[in-house]
């Protein structure tokens, strides 16, 4: 085990004009504080403070600009009615990004520190996060590699930061079922590649496909990278089918990103004796489903969106209606579960919700 870190806390002199709740757009605006903790080769991660949000100076041989070497994660802090800031399976987000720390030769964090630690910046940001409902303080962890060099090695320095940002509703006018391409030309990853990682390359490889897409396709539906045959995942979600009464979601498979959100999907599924199959789907099965009439329901699940309905598929020269365009029965009832065990309005039967107390504030103002 590493030595026990102690947070350094610089509070800023002045805290900046908060967004109204109905302004906030995604990822624009961003929280007073953030965390910042550095590794250097020998001494490990160190210098764990809170500092005010501004720009950092990088070198600009750093390893990051040149051959990408970063991990990123995504999740949200909560408020519940009664006021209290909460968090929803954040341990599996630090857990993920060990997992992408690994694929990518980045060394792995205390992931019990790094909840610790982001815990104490949600308590001290806890103004941040938006009281409307639907709204929350998205959670931007991330890690850099800074070393200034030029050779292809895994770097010696990294920079592992969290920044906040007020997020507003995703759905300001009610869940709006989505129209998806499937895409034959381009892949997002492939087997063995990065794809199990939450990096930017894969997001730097996915942008052609959104932008050599028509007009009004939100998101993409990736096929596997060597056949070009089986489903993945939906932009950045992760994907699921009702198909004649059973809920089919690819198997991970290596290139597949494992979300919190379907790991939470399954398990409710599961806990509510639905049946939910994990394996390999061909797109042609679910045209041919579709074709048979059994194609009862497609959806997308991810932190930003939670639950994403799709209300038609293009695939080809073939459109698929699915569900006449509309939010399916168990879409909606995941929609509704999961965001209400988000916000503490639902029972949480499964401990998936961690609270963020006074004292993790108060542990923090300890170390001034
Ligand atoms: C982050 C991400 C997801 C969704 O993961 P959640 O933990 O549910 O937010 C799915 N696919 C990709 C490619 C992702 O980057």
């Not at 004796?273 to 074709?291: G, I, N, W, Y």
Request: aromatic share 10%; with cysteine.
């Amino acid at each position: 085990m590493e030595k026990e870190h102690a947070i350094q806390i610089d509070l800023c002199s002045s805290r900046k004009e908060k967004p109204r709740d109905d302004e906030l757009e995604f990822g624009r605006t961003f929280a007073d504080h953030m965390f910042v903790m550095d590794y250097t080769e020998g001494e490990g991660w160190h210098d764990a403070r809170i500092v005010p949000y501004e720009p950092i100076t990088i070198d600009p041989s750093a390893m990051i600009f040149h051959y990408g070497q970063s991990v990123f994660e995504g999740m949200k802090a909560y408020l519940t009615a009664e006021g209290n800031a909460q968090l929803f399976r954040p341990e599996r987000n630090f857990k993920r990004m060990n997992h992408s720390n690994s694929r990518l030769c980045i060394p792995p964090i205390d992931e019990a520190f790094a909840l610790k630690a982001l815990k104490q910046l949600i308590a001290l940001e806890k103004e941040w996060i938006p009281k409307a409902e639907g709204t929350s303080l998205y959670i931007r962890p991330f890690i850099i590699s800074t070393e200034p060099f030029l050779g292809v090695a895994p770097a010696r320095h990294y920079k592992f930061m969290i920044i906040l940002s007020p997020v507003g509703a995703y759905y300001k006018e009610g869940i709006n079922p989505i129209k998806i391409a499937v895409e034959s030309e381009y892949v997002r990853t492939v087997k063995g590649g990065t794809g199990e990682a939450k990096t930017g390359g894969n997001y730097a490889a996915s942008l052609k496909a959104q932008e050599a897409a028509e007009e009004g396709i939100a998101q993409v539906l990736w096929l596997d990278g060597v056949e070009k045959k089986y489903i993945e995942e939906v932009g950045s979600m992760n994907v699921f089918f009702k198909i004649d009464g059973k809920v089919v979601t690819p198997a991970l498979n290596g290139s597949i990103l494992e979300g919190v959100t379907r790991n939470s999907v399954i398990q409710l599924l599961k806990h509510w004796d639905v049946p939910v199959e994990e394996r390999k789907l061909s797109m042609d099965e679910v045209f041919q489903a579709h074709q048979e009439g059994k194609l009862e329901e497609a959806f997308g699940a991810g932190t930003a969106a939670v639950i994403s309905p799709i209300g038609e598929l293009v695939w080809g020269e073939h459109r698929l209606n699915i569900n006449s365009g509309k939010t399916g029965a168990v879409a909606k009832k995941l929609y509704d579960t999961l965001t209400g065990i988000q916000y503490g309005k639902t029972i949480d039967p499964f401990g998936w919700v961690m609270p963020v107390e006074e004292r993790d504030l108060q542990s923090l103002k300890a170390t001034v």
